[in-house]
């Protein structure tokens, strides 16, 4: 994976040079994120202990999606072939979602179960490095530029949120850290267009990054997955 990283860099600066045009842009980014593997859910139960007063979400990597959002730049240089070379940066908060169906708590003597009605977010907080190639295609006076590429993202933190009513009328929730990963690699595929310097984009992410490494006991396979949308103003 390093060899590919290195080799679209290259591509980029050596490319540079050739390059018709600079554009530099920012972006407003909003997305739907979610889990995809064996061990993604749509719902779950918390673990609640009421000598502690906390708990957690058995499986908090929810195949239902949570809205994100973010900002980034990009800089990408336009030959006079329509060629596409560019580089994006910018940080993102990523939300899955799953479904609380029930409470399994604990009372230091007894056991009790409760059905429930709630969810449970986990939040992941990146740095997201975006290297990417493409094309644009001229449809009168509006550029749609098609590009491929890789999200490198950098993992600050990670933390489940859940909240969820039982049935006896209590409110249980959670918090809890859930950094599993220090970064995510995920190709990207994405089409973008603008009028005059107001963009729109539209793109989707498959993460290759496990993120239940070294878990013990049954099927650990959990990969993200992102549906990226937002807003761009051209600067340059």
């Known amino acids: ?47 609640y202990s009421d000598q502690n007063k906390s708990g957690y979400t058995n499986n908090p990597y929810g195949s239902k999606s949570g809205l994100s959002f973010g ?27 799953t479904r609380i169906t029930e409470i399994s708590g604990y009372t230091g003597s007894t056991t009790y179960n409760y059905g429930a009605n709630g969810q449970t977010f986990l939040n992941y907080y990146f740095l997201n490095l975006h290297p ?15 590009t491929a590429g890789l999200d490198i993202g950098y993992c600050i933190d ?15 929730e959670t918090s809890v850290d859930r950094k599993t990963i220090k970064s995510d690699i995920r190709p990207r595929f994405q089409i973008a267009t603008r009028y005059n310097k107001i963009g729109v ?9 496990n993120y239940k490494p070294g878990y013990i006991g049954g099927t650990n396979e959990c990969y993200a997955r992102l549906l990226r949308f937002g807003l761009t103003y051209q600067l340059k």
Request: overall charge positive.
């Open 1 to 47: 994976m390093q060899k590919i990283i290195y080799t679209i860099f290259a591509t980029f600066l050596l490319t540079a040079a050739c390059g018709q045009k600079t554009e530099l842009q920012f972006q407003l980014n909003s997305g739907l994120f979610s889990f995809s593997g064996k061990s993604a859910e749509n719902s779950s139960f918390i673990n």
């Open 71 to 97: 900002v980034s730049g990009n800089i990408k240089r336009l030959t006079k072939n329509r060629l596409l070379f560019g580089t994006e940066i910018g940080f993102e908060i990523l939300r899955s979602k």
């Open 132 to 146: 990417f190639i493409g094309y644009r295609i001229m449809a009168g006076n509006l550029p749609f530029d098609l």
């Open 158 to 172: 990670a933390k489940e949120k859940g909240k969820a009513t039982a049935t006896n009328g209590m409110l249980y």
């Open 201 to 209: 984009f539209c793109g989707y992410s498959i993460g290759v990054t």
